[in-house]
């Protein structure tokens, strides 16, 4: 009996102590997105339903992933208790005073993350959007020291293992992204993408993605194929150096991100697309923005998402996307294009079927808290439902008679 808890002591010490090592070793990944699918709540317009109603069409989609581009607390409120999973976004302004400031990294995430926590489930913290490759150059500088300022502020207050810390980038940070294994970041801004990724190693976030078919068509509509653009049917392309078929363009596109993390040392990263959609409107030399072609693009993508498997080139890491977006956007500046990327009306209506439903009337919403109310009050317990079809059937008589 001694011998036999001596060697369960020495066990369970071994794999204490071994625990131990893989914690302190092992970098903390935190998984901010659930499932394959989620959206963008952009609020760039003056005419979309309020954070509330937008909470009630988020939760009959079923649609629990969503990203915000600024921290707005009545969006933070209406989002409390409801179990939808939400990144919050600190705009590219906030970034040069982030960077400098340790003391207000850490007052800011208090402010507008910890004290909605954990009713609002706050999952994640983007840092900026397009910033390296964007016109701001001044910001390139800034954006690994605002990223670690507020990192540290969530591991200082204990939210490390709870918010992600991220930011998106776009296809400008790209050179020779064609064929998709030939694909490395510029050159000028390697300087600042590699100190970056080596933080979010440490961190496991992942590289974040905005990947657009649609602008990427709109760029060389000669040479590349609308279907491909689409999802539909295609020859697709073949990529000679890896010898990998591509039948859509963004798995090439994702593939490519995914080529230039390991030319710069980052094989095992994993690549999160945080903005792809296709525009239902446009300017005359945008022609392929057309309702047609944007519920195709966002219908066969959710049917891709669904599957929930990866890209050729990595086909176990199971491919995840937020659509841009989840409104029309009347305010947006540029291209007409611009206001034109929601899967949802100003209104709450859909704008093409792909099997979502819109807002109800408020005629219709009035009749179903009617309903629910009843309901709550007691009137449509079992009991009292047979009580009341009883009385109905003894007076039905009396009125005809």
């Known amino acids: 009996m001694v011998l036999r808890k001596m060697r369960f002591f020495c066990w369970y010490s071994f794999h204490l102590q071994f625990a131990v ?11 901010a997105f659930t499932g394959t699918y989620g959206i963008n709540y952009g609020r760039i317009a003056d005419n979309i339903p309020s954070p509330e109603k937008v909470v009630e069409l988020l939760r009959a989609a079923k649609i629990r992933n969503v990203r915000i581009y600024d921290f707005d607390h009545s969006v933070l409120e209406a989002f409390s208790g409801t179990g939808l999973e939400l990144v919050v976004g600190l ?37 900026g959007n397009e910033v390296l490759g964007g016109s701001d150059q001044e ?14 502020a969530t591991k200082q207050l204990h939210l490390d293992d709870v918010v992600q810390i991220s930011t998106a980038h776009s296809s400008a940070v790209f050179s020779n992204s064609y064929p998709p294994s030939s694909c490395v970041f510029e050159d000028n801004i390697e300087q600042y993408m590699k100190p970056l990724l080596k933080f979010f190693s440490l961190i496991g976030s992942p590289f974040c993605l905005n990947a657009y078919p649609f602008l990427t068509y709109m760029d060389d509509p000669k040479n590349i194929d609308l279907n491909y653009a689409l999802f539909q049917q295609t020859l697709g ?46 300017d005359q030399d945008e022609a392929v923005a057309t309702v047609q072609n944007a519920r195709t693009y966002n219908y066969n993508l959710r049917k891709r998402l669904a599957l929930r498997k990866g890209t050729p080139l990595r086909p176990k890491i199971m491919l995840r996307a937020y659509i841009f ?45 009617s309903i629910k109310d009843f309901g709550v009050s007691g009137w449509f317990r079992p009991h009292y439902l047979t009580s009341t079809f009883c009385l109905i059937a003894l007076i039905l008589p009396l009125l005809s008679s």
């Open 21 to 31: 090592i893989i914690s302190v070793t092992a970098p903390l990944t935190i998984d």
């Open 91 to 127: 705009p590219n302004g906030y970034l040069n005073n982030m960077s400098a400031d340790a003391d207000l990294a850490l007052n800011w995430v208090k402010d507008n993350v910890q004290a909605f926590l954990p009713n609002t489930r706050i999952v994640g913290i983007a840092v």
């Open 325 to 369: 977006a989840l409104f029309n956007e009347d305010l947006k500046t540029g291209a007409t294009s611009e206001k034109y990327y929601g899967l949802f009306k100003a209104n709450g209506s859909i704008s093409y079927d792909i099997g979502f439903h819109g807002l109800k009337s408020s005629a219709s919403a009035l009749s179903l808290l």
């Open 139 to 152: 910001l390139w500088g800034d954006l690994l020291g605002a990223v670690e300022n507020l990192y540290n």
């Open 237 to 282: 392309i073949d990529d000679p150096k890896t010898d990998l078929h591509y039948d859509n363009m963004l798995d090439a596109q994702i593939d490519a991100a995914y080529s230039a993390l390991e030319d710069a040392g980052f094989r095992e990263m994993e690549v999160i697309v945080t903005e792809t959609g296709w525009a239902s409107h446009g």
